[in-house]
């Protein structure tokens, strides 16, 4: 047991350092470390491996919904980058760019990837001719680097992997609708598979992406009441076909601009695991993304029969469909208790002599630590059940966080106060002047609007900051 002391005594608490107890679990829980290259991660075997599941479930939702993978080039031209005025400008100080070539000078910089818009824009231009041609329904899953100054593994990196969709229409209706529907596969995909509830909404016209006419989000909160920007879908209108010169022969024969979309999530998602659900002994993880989802510990393992029927037990479980380690090493039942919860293993399972002889295993919830015993007969049926119960249990759990650190402020009074003493999300009424966005951030510390929510409430008649007439409900708050 000193060993499994000292293992949960790694980890800085929760409460006393939030930024160190996030880069302990990082590190101790092996999802990453830090590379030779300032501002970039190595993404390790197991942090991988989550990243691998949601990639799974996301990419077979995107194909559920019509879209294709494509992969475009590294590299950007400086003028195919310039084509854009607005695109361009949002992402300049972000840019890496190549200059030399093996030993010559480039005759054109390269940029290297901050995102695909202008490469997919390229290639539009060349394929689309005709209304039959469209919708174009393209995702592309890549890195791309943007040049931080301050970086944190999963949260903000120089180089990090992601998904970007793109795509093309016939209509402004139908560009409209898909935006919109990618941005509901993200709040599912948040829902229903990592457990964690969000508020969606639209950005103010200061915090939408470079170059969209509009962008929605999903906004999830962090155990400590800071939100992360967990996913965005951008409606671009026909701006960028038209600085592209991408058009198609329409329905009557004339020559159109088709209607374009794009939306984006990244491993930053991993990020927002750690710290909507982990606590001081490491990760909680949610079943459907978790690289095992049990984990089988003999006990005694060295007396007869244990082994095999742990062994028979791992391949039952295996034969259900789940993800399971039997961890069989020499290392003490109570080390391997510490490292499985460290890992965020939903269900623990353990078998020693007197379990087989009383036709018996112990199962462990991570969530909880809740402990049952359960007959062998019925631990595949069980650990079904238990794993949904986790997943909603974890849900219901970062949905009362999300609930119990939002606040209203009817007044600029209010609005100060909430900000400097209780950490979370702020409901206020706004103007819709950018000007009042940026004198909130200032006299806050970096207070920001996080989006205007699809169904709004009245919370007062006039702006939160200056007291003019209110159009918009806002959701304000600090972010990772």
């Keep these: 047991m000193a060993q499994q002391k000292k293992l949960v005594e790694a980890i800085t608490s929760r409460d006393e350092d939030f930024a160190k107890w996030y880069t302990d679990i990082v590190k101790k829980a092996e999802l990453a470390d830090y590379s030779g290259v300032k501002g970039c991660m190595v993404i390790r075997p197991y942090g991988y491996a989550i990243w691998e599941n949601m990639q799974r479930d996301m990419d077979d939702r995107f194909k559920r919904t019509g879209h294709e993978n494509v992969y475009m080039p590294m590299f950007i031209p400086e003028s195919l980058l310039q084509r854009e005025k607005d695109h361009v400008e949002g992402f300049a100080p972000e840019c890496a760019w190549v200059t030399i070539g093996g030993s010559e000078q480039l005759t054109e910089r390269l940029c290297v990837r901050p995102t695909s818009e202008t490469l997919f824009c390229e290639h539009y231009a060349k394929v689309i001719n005709s209304y039959r041609d469209l919708p174009k329904l393209y995702n592309q899953w890549c890195s791309v680097v943007r040049w931080e100054k301050t970086t944190r593994p999963f949260l903000r990196t120089s180089e990090f992997l992601w998904q970007e969709g793109h795509t093309m229409h016939e209509t402004e209706q139908e560009a409209r609708e898909e935006t919109l529907r990618m941005l509901q596969v993200y709040a599912d995909f948040y829902k229903e598979t990592l457990a964690i509830p969000a508020v969606v909404g639209r950005k103010t016209e200061k915090e939408k992406f470079a170059g969209a006419e509009e962008t929605y989000t999903i906004e999830p909160m962090m155990h400590n009441g800071v939100a992360l920007q967990g996913g965005t879908s951008h409606y671009f209108g026909d701006g960028f076909a038209r600085s592209f010169n991408i058009t198609f022969t329409g329905r009557d024969n004339t020559l159109q601009y088709p209607f374009q979309t794009s939306w984006g999530t990244s491993t930053r998602m991993i990020g927002a695991l750690i710290m909507v659900h982990s606590d001081d002994d490491g990760l909680v993880l949610p079943p459907k993304i978790a690289p095992i989802q049990v984990a089988v510990i003999p006990v005694a393992q060295k007396k007869p029969g244990v082994l095999e029927k742990a062994a028979e037990l791992k391949e039952q479980l295996l034969q259900a469909g789940l993800r399971v380690k039997l961890d069989d090493s020499d290392k003490a039942p109570g080390w391997k208790f510490s490292q499985y919860e460290m890992l965020g293993v939903p269900v623990r399972l353990e078998i020693g002599p007197k379990d087989i002889e009383n036709g018996q295993c112990v199962l462990v919830r991570r969530d909880t630590r809740e402990k049952m015993f359960v007959s062998l007969d019925a631990v595949v049926e069980t650990i079904r059940t238990l794993l949904t119960d986790i997943h909603q249990s974890m849900y219901s759990a970062a949905l009362e966080n999300l609930h119990s650190k939002t606040f209203v402020a009817r007044t600029h ?57 209110a159009k918009h409900m806002v959701y304000w708050g600090r972010q990772y």
Excluded: Y
């Design 413 to 469: 009074e209010e609005f100060l106060d909430i900000a400097a003493n209780k950490p979370g999300f702020i409901k206020a009424m706004w103007c819709g002047d950018s000007a009042c966005e940026d004198q909130l951030k200032d006299e806050t510390g970096g207070v920001k609007s996080r989006c205007i929510p699809f169904v709004e409430e009245h919370l007062a008649d006039v702006c939160v900051c200056c007291g003019r007439p």
